[in-house]
């Protein structure tokens, strides 16, 4: 039987545009982590401490990212997102470009808040456009094949970054990924098509507009929501520390050529990494078909495993070794993001879709690249008396150790009311 949703948009399109957003998230990860892969050459050449390049990579970015995110989505579930995402595009890729025309590090954190403003248009608006292209029993699959882009980004950016930096210069690198984003900014522009709000579940758009406040008090009366925020934000807190600090680790315990290390990081984490997103949204609709809870669980369990599997990474006697040690909890340690998506989508109404991706996206990126990096960074310099230059491969095993099993908790603390509040918030709207 034909539906009303594949009347109007063909499998061929939901495909395409399912792609162009993942192409588009690829970028928007290679100009956010090149970073991570310049930062030798960057505190070789600005003399700055670990703390420094902490706030560089993870607060600069992230205060901007975390807090336009929210009134930016609020638009996104007001107007068109495909020209919201069109034009945010563009501006996280001309501020990456300018990076590369830096002098010092002033300049290069103001750059790096401008390419944050910029992101944070992204995936509100493509959340929400996938929810209406996909039910909620695929959608953990489909947010899984987005943030496919994450793991595609990253190895862009640390193949290509290490290769440049060593045989080029690091702001070159930003000139060679920046570029590239502007024009696709044209494509999604010209040829993707914006979908009917309720398309995929046959749901009518009230035409409501909810303000903030109530869009905020609403999410935060959810037991489920919060601890998914606090969960999914420690997660990425231990996830986002790896990503920009494991180059700099690896680099000084254990010497290894920034080049061999870029292609080493860029495989596992695009390759492992982009499993993991992917496999995370399928086995959580797997797991989750009878009941959400299920999916929380599996998700508590596989940050488990990953926390303990990270202790091999940061104990192993060479640099290889540890690289290896690296290839599965790279990947499980991914599981969790785009369950943690998909839920958020389905607790709300169709016009707080995108402001609760927002919100969720604030609470993860506060906690994790706001606090994260220059927590890390601190405790790195702090160590150098006891561990000199091994004083961040502890600073990193201390965090995994702390932040993977809090993360846990909580996941298996969502679960307890994520079914309740699932029904909840569908009644809700029928109401209305």
Same mark, same amino acid.
Request: proline letters at 5%; hydrophobic letters at 55%; aromatic letters at 12%.
């Given at each position: 039987?034909?539906?009303?949703?594949?009347?109007?948009?063909?499998?061929?399109?939901?495909?395409?545009?399912?792609?162009?957003?993942?192409?588009?998230?690829?970028?928007?990860?290679?100009?956010?982590?090149?970073?991570?892969?310049?930062? +030798?050459?960057?505190?070789?050449?600005?003399?700055?401490?670990?703390?420094?390049?902490?706030?560089?990579?993870?607060?600069?970015?992230?205060?901007?990212?975390?807090?336009?995110?929210?009134?930016?989505?609020?638009?996104?579930?007001?107007?068109?997102?495909?020209?919201?995402?069109?034009?945010?595009?563009?501006?996280?890729?001309?501020?990456?470009?300018?990076?590369?025309?830096?002098?010092?590090?002033?300049?290069?954190?103001? =750059?790096?808040?401008?390419?944050?403003?910029?992101?944070?248009?992204?995936?509100?608006? =493509?959340?929400?456009?996938?929810?209406?292209?996909?039910?909620?029993?695929?959608?953990?699959?489909?947010?899984?094949?987005?943030?496919?882009?994450?793991?595609?980004?990253?190895?862009?950016?640390?193949?290509?970054?290490?290769?440049?930096?060593?045989?080029?210069?690091?702001?070159?690198?930003?000139?060679?990924?920046?570029?590239?984003?502007?024009?696709?900014?044209?494509?999604?522009?010209?040829? %993707?098509?914006?979908?009917?709000?309720?398309?995929?579940?046959?749901?009518?758009?009230?035409?409501?507009? +909810?303000?903030? @406040?109530?869009?905020?008090?609403?999410? $935060?009366?959810?037991?489920?929501?919060?601890?998914?925020?606090?969960?999914?934000?420690?997660?990425?807190?231990?996830?986002?520390?790896?990503?920009?600090?494991?180059?700099?680790?690896?680099?000084?315990?254990?010497?290894?050529?920034?080049?061999?290390?870029? @292609?080493? $990081?860029?495989?596992?984490?695009?390759?492992?990494?982009?499993?993991?997103?992917?496999?995370?949204?399928?086995?959580?609709?797997?797991?989750?078909?009878?009941?959400?809870?299920?999916?929380?669980?599996?998700?508590?369990?596989?940050? @488990?495993?990953?926390?303990?599997?990270?202790?091999?990474?940061?104990?192993? +006697?060479?640099?290889?070794?540890?690289?290896?040690?690296?290839?599965?909890?790279?990947?499980?340690?991914?599981?969790?993001?785009?369950?943690?998506?998909?839920?958020?989508?389905?607790?709300?109404?169709?016009?707080?879709?995108?402001?609760?991706?927002?919100?969720?996206?604030?609470?993860?990126?506060?906690?994790?690249?706001?606090?994260?990096?220059?927590?890390?960074?601190?405790?790195?310099?702090?160590?150098?008396?006891?561990?000199?230059?091994?004083? %961040?491969?502890?600073?990193?095993?201390?965090?995994?150790?702390?932040?993977?099993?809090?993360?846990?908790?909580?996941?298996?603390?969502?679960?307890?009311?994520?079914?309740?509040?699932?029904?909840?918030?569908?009644?809700?709207?029928?109401?209305?």
């Amino acid at each position: 039987m034909q539906t009303a949703n594949d009347a109007f948009v063909s499998p061929a399109a939901r495909r395409y545009t399912m792609v162009v957003l993942a192409v588009v998230y690829m970028f928007n990860f290679v100009d956010r982590q090149i970073l991570a892969i310049l930062l +030798p050459a960057i505190r070789d050449e600005f003399l700055v401490s670990d703390t420094i390049l902490g706030l560089l990579a993870g607060t600069a970015f992230a205060l901007f990212y975390a807090t336009l995110g929210v009134p930016i989505a609020l638009l996104a579930d007001r107007w068109n997102r495909r020209n919201l995402i069109a034009i945010a595009l563009a501006i996280w890729s001309g501020m990456t470009a300018l990076s590369g025309f830096t002098t010092n590090i002033w300049q290069l954190g103001l =750059a790096r808040v401008g390419v944050g403003v910029g992101e944070a248009g992204c995936s509100p608006a =493509a959340h929400s456009m996938i929810s209406d292209l996909y039910p909620p029993e695929q959608r953990s699959t489909a947010m899984g094949f987005y943030t496919l882009g994450i793991s595609a980004g990253i190895m862009l950016a640390y193949i290509a970054g290490g290769w440049v930096v060593q045989n080029i210069g690091w702001r070159e690198a930003f000139l060679i990924v920046g570029i590239p984003g502007v024009f696709l900014a044209i494509i999604v522009r010209t040829t %993707l098509n914006e979908p009917p709000r309720g398309l995929s579940e046959n749901r009518q758009d009230s035409g409501h507009h +909810p303000p903030l @406040l109530e869009v905020f008090r609403y999410l $935060l009366l959810r037991r489920s929501f919060v601890h998914m925020a606090v969960a999914a934000g420690f997660s990425s807190f231990v996830g986002y520390s790896v990503i920009i600090f494991f180059p700099s680790f690896v680099d000084r315990s254990y010497e290894m050529q920034i080049a061999s290390l870029g @292609l080493w $990081l860029g495989l596992i984490l695009g390759i492992a990494g982009g499993f993991g997103f992917f496999s995370g949204g399928f086995f959580a609709d797997y797991f989750g078909r009878v009941r959400r809870e299920n999916a929380l669980r599996f998700i508590a369990l596989s940050q @488990l495993i990953a926390a303990v599997m990270l202790l091999g990474v940061y104990l192993a +006697p060479t640099a290889r070794s540890s690289l290896l040690f690296f290839i599965v909890p790279a990947a499980i340690s991914n599981f969790f993001l785009a369950p943690v998506l998909a839920q958020t989508q389905g607790l709300v109404p169709l016009r707080m879709r995108g402001v609760a991706s927002a919100v969720m996206l604030f609470f993860i990126n506060l906690i994790s690249l706001g606090l994260g990096p220059p927590v890390v960074g601190a405790l790195s310099d702090n160590l150098v008396p006891l561990f000199g230059d091994d004083s %961040l491969r502890y600073s990193l095993l201390i965090t995994v150790v702390v932040m993977g099993p809090w993360a846990a908790l909580h996941y298996f603390l969502a679960g307890r009311s994520i079914d309740a509040d699932l029904s909840r918030a569908t009644n809700e709207e029928i109401r209305e």
